[in-house]
């Protein structure tokens, strides 16, 4: 099992910045991916941006050029910095970890973001 903590959610004004954080423990793999996902009411979950453990990443559309994923030095953390935020961006974000094909997924509580126009 992988337990997922994470952190940095929180209310702020369009434009305005935030930065999450996720942090995992326990039968950690190897290879693996760290990603942050969304979900926003009436919405079906959807991907915001992972990253490998070789750095490469990946991000949705909506959020390219303004939200940075990362790893930390102990690459079993990653971070979110979110910029430029807008209202669409309102949802709860969760972690998600994942071995090196997808094959065993877990994922965070959740964290709430809100972003007020």
């Known amino acids: 099992q992988v337990q997922l903590v994470e952190s940095g959610g929180g209310l702020v004004q369009a434009g305005g910045s935030l930065r999450l954080s996720c942090t995992a423990s326990g039968s950690i793999f190897s290879i693996n991916i760290m990603g942050w996902y969304r979900q926003a009411p009436g919405k079906q979950r959807e991907l915001v941006a992972d990253?490998?453990?070789?750095?490469?990443?990946n991000y949705a559309d909506s959020v390219k050029d303004r939200f940075t994923i990362s790893r930390g030095n102990g690459r079993h953390t990653v971070y979110l910095q979110m910029n430029s935020l807008k209202p669409e961006d309102t949802a709860v974000y969760y972690c998600?970890?994942?071995?090196?094909?997808?094959?065993?997924?877990?994922w965070g509580q959740g964290t709430q973001v809100t972003v007020s126009s």
């Open positions: 990253i490998g453990n070789g750095g490469n990443t």
């Open positions: 998600k970890y994942s071995n090196r094909n997808y094959q065993y997924n877990y």
